[in-house]
Nanobody, 121 residues
Framework: VQLQASGGGLAQAGGSLRLSCASSGRTWGSGAWFRRAPGKEREFVAAISWSGGRPVYADSVKGRFTISGDSAKNTVNLQMNNLRPEDTAVYYC?????????????????WGQGTLVTVSS
């Protein structure tokens, strides 16, 4: 399964960006976004399941980021509002066949190439 992420770029603190991820292969059961800031470990951002239920978010982005998607189109998006300098990172989309939303990156078999988000103060 090939995942293609797009939408990264430069934003000022308080601004917004929207990331998109599309799959060219098998339909997902659930999708997620992770990020890796310079010098830090990869961390969970948000996840969504096509079986229903509310998406889940990391505490650091709750209330500012919104994950959405279209199961028919195999797309997952991340709307990022009120950005902060600490949101600067490479963002990765991920997909898995299972419908349970998980925060552990090791549970995802399919990954996008990463897109850089830089937030200036």
């Amino acid at each position: 399964v090939q995942l293609q992420a797009s939408g990264g770029g430069l934003a000022q603190a308080g601004g917004s960006l929207r990331l998109s991820c599309a799959s060219s292969g098998r339909t997902w059961g659930s999708g997620a976004w992770f990020r890796r800031a310079p010098g830090k470990e990869r961390e969970f951002v948000a996840a969504i399941s096509w079986s229903g239920g509310r998406p889940v978010y990391a505490d650091s982005v709750k209330g500012r980021f919104t994950i959405s998607g279209d199961s028919a189109k195999n797309t997952v998006n991340l709307q990022m509002n009120n950005l902060r300098p600490e949101d600067t990172a490479v963002y990765y989309c991920a997909g898995r066949r299972g419908t349970v939303m998980v925060r552990d990156w090791r549970q995802y078999a399919n990954w996008g190439q990463g897109t850089l988000v830089t937030v200036s103060s």
